[in-house]
């Protein structure tokens, strides 16, 4: 088809390079750093939100940079809404950085989530926006809405007490409650959920996607695909937890835990549920998203199923479908290209030459 280009148009050669929507990372937390830099506890305890701030303001720059033109922000784990200060500072065109999808504040359980005192006695900031009961629930997520809050994000399981098995922490009508106004006001619900019944109790409740879902069962994810609820498995998070354990990857016996999230995600994937792609990346390095394409590819998925979880399957799941993953008229210009055909050797995603952001260039 031929077209007339209006007058002053730029003409960007991209030749031998492959084309791609701009890639949208489905779990991140902008907020936070490696843990083998900082403890998580340390972050939330001991750096200021001026700090963290200026922290998240970089990690935005090479997340942009690195063909991660839009991120789902899932909690700045005690940073409070600070999450949509930055995003509308990207808006604004004062720092570069991805479309953010913000959760502001995650909700847990009372009790159910960290940084942890050594006694009883003692209470410390927490990470997370604690409630108690459904009214609570109701109240957060209104709360959070009106703080600019696009998704919220909810803790279907956690370890309690003094326990250190993950348990349930919400009843199904305690997240129904959440749902009930998050959906009403055009928000989706997202879990985090390890367990079999926090996953289920999360996906009857009306949950959009699960995050992490490092013990599902073939029947949960039977489940999920019936409701059509996505999965993000965030392979990368659990490697580098391991490693900063003190695990040398290819040296020592694998860890039971990345040999849980292996077959999980492989059990997601026989059973046919939705895949997104998310690393819970600020667990590991900002702009090294590329890592959990990796995985995904090196536990059994093809390079262009990863490629589709990466832009449209994220942008549907999210319910962002009809702005972003896509490279189609009336959807924002979010466009990338790299080095050599990704769809062959997903390394090639790191070879990042060109990144447009709703039509503005960022590299190239
Ligand atoms: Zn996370």
């Known amino acids: 088809m ?110 159910a989530y960290g940084p942890r005192p050594e006694s009883s006695d003692l209470s410390l900031p927490q990470g997370a926006a604690e409630v108690g009961n459904s009214d609570e629930m109701t109240n957060e997520v209104r709360t959070q809405i009106s703080k600019g809050a696009d998704v919220i994000k909810i803790y279907a399981d956690y370890r309690t007490g003094s326990g250190h098995e993950p348990t349930a922490t919400f009843s199904i009508e305690e997240i129904a409650a959440a749902v009930k106004i998050a959906n009403s006001g055009g928000r989706e619900v997202v879990c985090h959920a390890t367990t079999a019944e926090g996953m289920r109790r999360a996906i009857l409740a009306g949950a959009s996607t699960i995050e992490h879902g490092d013990h599902g069962t073939e029947e949960v994810f039977k489940l999920m695909k019936e409701k059509s609820v996505a999965f993000c498995p965030t392979l990368a998070a659990i490697n580098a937890y391991e490693q900063y354990n003190g695990w040398k990857k290819g040296i020592d016996p694998e860890p039971k835990t990345v040999t849980d999230k292996r077959n999980s995600f492989q059990l997601a994937l026989k059973v046919g549920v939705i895949i997104c792609m998310g690393g819970d990346v600020g667990v590991f390095t900002h702009g090294d998203n590329a890592r959990e394409m990796e995985m995904m590819v090196e536990y059994g998925m093809k390079p262009i199923d ?55 260039p960022y590299k190239q």
Not at 313 to 327: L, S, T, V
Not at 334 to 354: H, L, Q
Request: hydrophobic letters at 35%; one cysteine or more.
């Open 306 to 360: 990863v490629l589709r979880s990466s832009t449209s399957i994220n942008a549907d799941a999210f319910g962002y479908g009809d702005k972003i993953g896509r490279i189609k008229k009336d959807l924002y210009a979010d466009i990338i290209a790299v080095e050599g055909d990704p769809s062959s050797d997903i390394k090639n995603v790191r070879k990042t030459k060109f990144v447009m952001k709703d039509g503005v």
């Open 2 to 111: 031929k077209f007339k280009l209006p007058a002053g148009t730029q003409v960007i050669e991209l030749k031998g390079y492959t084309l791609l929507p701009g890639l949208i990372e489905g779990h991140s937390h902008l907020f936070l750093h490696p843990y083998n830099e900082t403890s998580w506890d340390n972050q939330v305890l001991k750096e200021s939100r001026a700090e963290r701030t200026a922290r998240a303001t970089e990690h935005a720059r090479a997340t942009l940079m690195a063909g991660f033109t839009t991120v789902r922000d899932l909690g700045t784990e005690g940073s409070m809404y600070d999450d949509v200060g930055l995003k509308t500072a990207i808006q604004k065109g004062v720092v570069p950085g991805p479309r953010m999808i913000c959760a502001t504040r995650a909700i847990v359980a009372r009790g």
